[in-house]
């Protein structure tokens, strides 16, 4: 069992937006501002979508954000596309200088 | 440009010893938070180990006492040893890079397939 709480699976149509969460507790998500989002396409390795909560790092689409409240984050993605179908995954960095991540999210696009 | 490349993976009886390495360039290894994360087949993300750049090392609870983290500067080479395998750590091991002071991973390496069977 993961860490870090995410629902198995969420999907959209084309052009919709659609919610990830990450749930944790006060000694990751709630008690830090260093939640990142990795976008793993199958076979290939994550990559980086959003870091410390909000911030997107250069060349990731403005249609990603994120944010936080409480022990739970969150990643949006509006004006979903077809290329945006893959899994997601929160992480957060922990109270004992650890690493954890959620148990990730298939996006479906509809 | 930053590359990670790993490397030693393979098939290998449980109780055995494996050790991965992880070629790192465009950076130094020394000078950043290296770790190891690895995925089973058809599951999700696990944090495995950290290095940090003052040499201090931390370790999930599943290999703790297992696996060592370790760096070596003048190859500017990431490594994993593993012992003790069981058949629970099959998986693809990726490394991945946290930038000094940072708390997210930046870059990934490729991963290499650890496979624990007799």
């Known amino acids: 069992q993961s860490a870090l709480t995410q629902p198995a699976s969420v999907s959209g149509s084309p052009g919709q937006s659609i919610t990830i969460s990450c749930t944790g507790t006060?000694?990751?998500?709630?008690?830090?501002?260093?939640v990142s989002w990795y976008q793993q396409h199958p076979g290939k390795a994550p990559k980086l979508m959003i870091y410390?909560?909000?911030n997107r790092p250069s060349g990731v689409s403005n249609r990603f954000s994120g944010s936080k409240s409480g022990n739970t984050a969150s990643l949006t993605i509006s004006g979903l596309q077809a290329e945006d179908e893959a899994d997601y995954y929160c992480s957060s960095y922990t109270s004992i200088s650890t690493q954890e991540f959620g148990g990730g999210t298939k996006l479906t696009v509809l | 440009e930053v590359q990670l490349v790993e490397s030693g993976g393979g098939l290998i009886q449980p109780g055995g010893s494996l050790r991965l390495s992880c070629a790192a360039s465009?950076?130094?290894?020394?000078?950043?938070?290296m770790s190891w994360v690895r995925q089973a087949p058809g599951k999700g993300l696990e944090w495995v180990s950290v290095?940090?750049?003052?040499?201090?090392?931390y370790y999930s609870d599943s290999v703790k006492g297992r696996f060592t983290i370790s760096r070596d500067n003048s190859k500017n080479t990431l490594y994993l040893q593993m012992n003790s395998l069981r058949a629970e750590d099959t998986a693809v091991y990726y490394c991945a890079r946290r930038r000094s002071g940072s708390y997210f991973f930046d870059y990934w390496g490729q991963g290499t397939l650890v496979t624990v069977s007799s």
């Open positions: 290095i940090y750049s003052g040499g201090s090392t």
């Open positions: 410390d909560v909000s």
């Open positions: 006060s000694s990751d998500v709630g008690g830090y501002n260093y």
């Open positions: 465009g950076f130094t290894v020394s000078s950043n938070y």
